[in-house]
């Protein structure tokens, strides 16, 4: 099972940019389909961004098209989100996840998950 461990978080201004890092423990990374999800207080936890391991097709949430930007890089077994332009509603405790089966955007279609990076935008 691939072990997974989010950095890059941090406060940061309206229209600034932060760029996420995943790293990831198993020599299955290279051909997993990966997603990262975001949670803010009170809320569930929501699909931002995703990454096929074949093609390195992504798929965004609509809110973050133009924005997020989700690669990786199989050499140093590592899933990245970089964020442009960001907003307060962008607020969240952002999570790295690996897809197990069934709908992409669903969170219970992943099995293993890291333990989290906090992201805060300031207006």
């Known amino acids: 099972q691939v072990q997974l461990v989010e950095s890059g978080g941090g406060l940061v201004q309206a229209g600034g940019s932060l760029r996420l890092s995943c790293a990831a423990s198993?020599?299955?990374?290279?051909?997993?389909?990966m997603g990262w999800f975001r949670q803010a207080p009170g809320k569930e936890r929501e699909f931002v961004a995703y990454?096929?391991?074949?093609?390195?097709?992504?798929y965004y949430e609509d809110s973050v098209k133009g924005r997020f930007t989700i690669s990786r890089d199989n050499a140093r077994n590592t899933l990245y989100l970089q964020m442009n332009n960001l907003k307060p509603e962008d607020t969240a405790v952002y999570y790295c996840?690996?897809?197990?089966?069934?709908?992409?955007?669903?969170?219970?279609?992943?099995?293993?998950w890291g333990q989290g990076t906090q992201v805060t935008v300031s207006s």
């Open positions: 996840a690996v897809h197990y089966s069934g709908l992409y955007y669903n969170p219970s279609s992943f099995n293993s």
């Open positions: 990454i096929r391991w074949s093609d390195s097709s992504t």
């Open positions: 198993g020599r299955t990374f290279s051909t997993s389909n």
